[in-house]
């Protein structure tokens, strides 16, 4: 037993170490909070590796632990000595610097602390306690993985029926692929241990949010606002359920903060950062390509045609999202992917309104996301009153959070993509800690509080 | 607006658009004489307090209007009987109505009524075996019944009485009610009594705090929406939202009361977070109790039943070298794909009819001993073989 907990420890410290040093060389300012490069080192890690695999997966190699290790190795390698190279190589775990708490914030720590704990350990125990039962889950993400690790390749032969593992092939592989990494570091296949996965990118969500709240900013009011999204029922669900959406969320959370943070103090590591995590929102889900994408791409276009961005700095944007997720997006043109899960051959737009009582009640009613959306609606009528034009982050995280509710409600709603409301609150899961976020900026813009 | 001391003007108030004075207009109002107006609030809340006390006859604190539908001595016209096995019977005795019941029966009862009526549903029965109870409205139609309608009855050495709320959007008016028997093997239970009722106000006023606290069951669906928490067979929230509003508007609103606004919405996601985490927790019991400490043959799992000891008992007993299998089962239609993850490098269902059959809970694949084939409907469907048994519908048959 320990030896696999000391295993599995490691299969996730080696890829967080791939992330670290990619965004340690990222930060060239060094701007970047230690607690901010902690918490998206994971994800930005995973990432990576896992696309270097489905490379070196497409040319037929069989995908054993020595492959793992020699891709893992390299990228510590050449990340490792850049990093030390370029001076940036430092831990997160340096407490010289540490912030000052008064008294209440103490409180509100350990309560956080406390309750995250709680959920945490109940998160654990039903992942490994309990059969997987949600369908996506057995008949899509952890049956890819398994395929992918019993046969210890990626099937690519089209005529077999677990073509690229089974399930809806036209997903990305990102999250089966981690998975028969952790399976093989392990040294075999336990669902409930792979599955662990939704709960390691839970914590990471926490962390990243609470640390891409503006740092002068109370730790009593960053701790609320952290809870709030931590509390949130329907994203603290997925934790225990081995569904990719939670990841994608953390990803599209990721480069919409990042962007937003470029276009407040102009620091490029951000736009980097947006991009990559971008592409990475397109390695995990469909919905990356289909729906964030498009709307990432009129964002940017609008921006340089207002003057925030240069021609250069957009391109620089595209290119690097596109050359970290091409290995995929020409994997899949070439084999005639679908776009989304089924078939997406016809689309046509169709008012569904035996759905709409349903959608209003799912979204803003039921306690999938407490009130959130109802306080969004509210305070999105107040703001559009309150529109400062040269507050260009602000209206660009308004505008990108507006335009993706729309357009996944709206495919619900007024596409025939939607076969039922199954996907409805999942898609708005993805953009839920996007609207946590801007919230708490709302009400600082407003100056409805003291935030410092 | 006001002189002297013990006044304050609040600042920048002739300021104030007119709609938003309404907030602060409090303000002069309180302040003025504070202590005179708080004496008339409470002396005006205390005598319409009397007043409705004495609006609402004691008797109706304590007495439910009811019917009695069934009992051992009242059988009103319009009740019928139907059930899905020809085994099971229904006898009058002298203590009720005894139901051997093998698998699903359905009592429809005849009558109009709505929750105005009778808003609560009383069973009284003993029963030698957990047995599920549904109440279906207009069972012979629409038949839409909900998680509230359902309840699982453990067996019982005695009496006990079920009581179920009616007070649901879907008994808002019916023309007929069904209450469906369920169990999971021969059963003998004894309905003693069945009785509509109007509750009393004590009853009607802790309704909602029961709707609330009710865990909807685990579903496959739960992954994707979430039913609970309702109140009345509503989304709860809708019931808290005048709440809401008033809070959300005194947060952006009222520079004098935006704290206690605050306080108040964090509360509310307070309760609405304790109440999930209560839900999340009952799951985990449920699972606990089903699948961890239940003991080996009786562990379930949720909606799945008992399948997943089945996969395991599958995993142990396939023989060795098997490569693929056909899989039958009248039961969910996802359990061949859920078979074929746990299963896999083994095929479940491929193109060509594989060598073994897995059989869950299918009663039509039957065993001949004597040639030792497979029949489907009388009609052998495999050459002879070996079989293994799970249980009396589920098994492993090999062809030789």
């Not at chain 2, 409205?137 to 009485?161: H, I």
């Amino acid at each position: 037993m320990t030896f696999l907990i000391l295993r599995l420890l490691l299969a996730y410290f080696l890829p967080w170490l791939v992330g670290y040093f990619a965004l340690r060389i990222l930060d060239y300012q060094g701007k970047f909070s230690r607690g901010f490069a902690f918490f998206a080192a994971l994800p930005i890690g995973t990432g990576i590796f896992t696309m270097e695999i489905f490379l070196l997966g497409l040319t037929g190699l069989h995908l054993s632990l020595g492959l793992f290790l020699k891709v893992l190795a390299i990228n510590l390698l050449i990340l490792g000595a850049t990093a030390w190279y370029l001076r940036r190589f430092s831990w997160p775990f340096d407490f010289s610097g540490r912030t000052l708490l008064r008294t209440l914030d103490k409180i509100l720590l350990a309560c956080f602390i406390l309750i995250l704990l709680f959920k945490v350990s109940a998160a654990a125990w039903q992942i490994l306690h309990v059969p997987v039962y949600e369908f996506d889950a057995w008949n899509n993400w952890d049956l890819r993985a398994k395929v992918i690790f019993t046969e210890q390749k990626i099937p690519l032969d089209k005529t077999q029926p677990f073509y690229l593992g089974g399930g809806i092939n036209s997903y990305p592989l990102h999250d089966p692929l981690w998975k028969v990494w952790v399976a093989r570091a392990t040294g075999s296949w336990h669902e409930g241990i792979v599955n662990l996965y939704s709960l390691v990118f839970y914590i990471c969500l926490i962390g990243l949010f609470f640390n891409s709240l503006p740092r002068d900013w109370k730790v009593s009011v960053r701790l609320v606002l952290t809870y709030a999204l931590a509390s949130l029922p329907f994203l603290y669900f997925h934790a225990f359920v081995a569904y990719a959406d939670l990841e994608f969320a953390t990803y599209l959370f990721l480069s919409i903060t990042a962007l937003f943070w470029f276009l407040r103090n102009a620091y490029l590591a951000n736009l980097i950062l947006s991009a990559l995590t971008l592409s990475l929102a397109i390695w995990t889900k469909n919905e990356g390509f289909a729906v964030v994408a498009p709307v990432m791409f009129l964002a940017t276009v609008f921006l340089l045609l207002t003057g925030r961005v240069t021609g250069k700095q957009v391109f620089g944007y595209w290119l690097v999202t596109m050359f970290a997720v091409l290995p995929w997006l020409l994997f899949r043109s070439v084999n005639k992917l679908e776009v989304l899960s089924g078939n997406s051959s016809s689309f046509s737009l169709a008012f569904n309104s035996h759905f709409v009582a349903d959608w209003f009640s799912s979204v803003f009613l039921r306690s999938h996301f407490n009130f959130l959306w109802l306080m969004v609606l509210v305070l999105l009528a107040d703001y559009l009153f309150k529109v400062e034009r040269k507050d260009y982050g602000m209206n660009f995280f308004t505008a990108a959070l507006v335009l993706l509710f729309l357009l996944y409600n709206g495919i619900v709603l007024f596409t025939d993509k939607a076969y039922d409301l199954s996907a409805l609150n999942r898609v708005n899961l993805h953009i839920a800690p996007l609207a946590v976020f801007w919230l708490a900026l709302v009400v600082d813009k407003n100056r409805i509080f003291d935030y410092r | 607006m006001c002189s002297g001391s013990g006044c304050r003007i609040t600042a920048n108030y002739a300021t104030l658009p007119r709609w938003r004075r309404g907030f602060d207009s409090l303000h002069p109002l309180l302040e003025h004489k504070p202590e005179a107006v708080r004496k008339r609030i409470v002396f005006v809340l205390t005598f319409s307090a009397i007043l409705l006390g004495a609006a609402i006859p004691c008797s109706s604190l304590a007495v439910e209007r009811q019917q009695i539908l069934l009992d051992s001595q009242t059988l009103l016209p319009g009740w019928q009987v139907v059930t899905e096995n020809e085994k099971t019977s229904v006898v009058r005795t002298d203590q009720g109505y005894l139901l051997k019941n093998f698998g699903a029966t359905t009592f429809i009862y005849n009558g109009e009524f709505g929750y105005r009526d009778y808003d609560r549903l009383i069973i009284s029965l003993q029963n030698s075996d957990a047995v599920a109870l549904r109440i279906i409205p207009n069972v012979t139609t629409t038949a839409n019944y909900t998680f509230e309608n359902e309840q699982t009855v453990a067996a019982s050495d005695g009496v006990q009485t079920v009581a179920f709320s009616l007070h649901y959007p879907n008994f808002q008016q019916v023309e007929n009610f069904g209450i469906k028997f369920l169990t999971s093997g021969p059963a003998n239970i004894l309905i003693q009594e069945i009785t509509l009722s109007q509750s009393s106000w004590a009853k009607k006023l802790l309704q909602p705090l029961k709707d609330y606290l009710r865990v909807a069951p685990y579903s496959g669906f739960t992954v994707n929406i979430f039913p609970a928490p309702r109140i009345f067979g509503r989304s709860a929230f809708v019931y808290f939202l005048p709440l809401f509003l008033m809070l959300v508007a005194a947060l952006f609103y009222s520079s004098r009361f935006k704290h206690k606004a605050l306080l108040g919405l964090l509360v509310l996601w307070l309760v609405t977070d304790a109440r999930m985490g209560y839900e999340f927790l009952s799951y985990q019991i449920a699972d606990y109790q089903t699948w961890i400490a239940a003991p080996q043959g009786q562990k379930t799992l949720r909606t799945y039943g008992d399948f997943y000891t089945f996969i395991d008992w599958l995993k142990e007993t396939l023989p060795e070298n098997t490569g693929s299998v056909n899989f039958h089962t009248a039961n969910q239609a996802h359990f061949p794909r859920l078979a074929q993850y746990y299963l896999y490098p083994i095929l479940v269902n491929p193109p060509s009819a594989a060598a073994v059959y897995i059989v869950y809970r299918q009663p039509k694949l039957i065993y001949n001993h004597q040639d030792q084939r497979l029949y489907l409907d009388d009609k052998p469907v495999s050459d002879p073989g070996v079989i293994t048994f799970y249980d009396q519908d589920s098994f492993i048959f090999a062809r030789r």
